[in-house]
């Protein structure tokens, strides 16, 4: 999303839902961060035995990185707030696995922003319900609210907030 907002705009954003582009989930992808993060457990990295010995079908993406691709998903959905000089990731609050995401599968990040506020001179803290959801699934990946720190310059800080 090349959209860009102010500080001052944010609060308009409250409530309102914006969702990522599709990414497919590949087994490249998968075995990637398979060795990123040395967890070659074989539901996700052994298509084969995945097939045979899983309730899968095959192999499944980690639920980690299915947390990961949230980072990509936000940068494609989310307005730039045009004063930002960094966002910090604060973390995660009622985080939620609901369905795996087989290998191939497309997915996309919903967000929907639930409070967004001031915190000292240069920060503001956003608090967003997400999910991951699944191509042509009823249940998502994950669900999950996700609290960052936008940093800025304290003189750009709206009058009014």
């Known amino acids: 999303m090349s959209m860009e907002i102010s500080l001052a705009e944010v609060k308009d954003e409250i409530g ?3 969702h990522s582009r599709w990414f497919t989930v590949s087994q490249a992808r998968i075995d990637a961060f398979a060795d990123a993060t040395e967890d070659h457990q074989f539901i996700h990295t052994d298509p084969v035995r ?3 010995e899983s309730p899968f079908g095959g192999t499944i993406a980690h639920g980690f990185l299915s947390i990961s691709l949230l980072s990509a998903m936000n940068y494609d959905a989310l307005p730039r707030i045009r004063e930002q000089t960094m966002g910090i990731n604060y973390g995660f609050e009622k985080l939620r696995f609901i369905a795996p995401v087989k290998c191939d599968a497309r997915v996309r990040g ?3 922003l639930q409070e967004a ?3 000292g001179a240069g920060m503001l803290m956003t608090t967003y319900d997400v999910a991951v959801e699944i191509e042509n699934e009823k249940k998502p990946a994950l ?5 960052t720190i936008i940093q800025f310059d304290p003189k750009d800080r709206p009058a009014d907030a």
Not at 143 to 147: E, G, I, L, N
Request: aromatic letters at 18%; a positive charge.
């Open 117 to 119: 506020r001031f915190r």
């Open 143 to 147: 669900t999950a609210t996700w609290v």
């Open 50 to 52: 995945a097939a045979a």
């Open 16 to 18: 309102v839902e914006r």
């Open 110 to 112: 919903r967000f929907i």
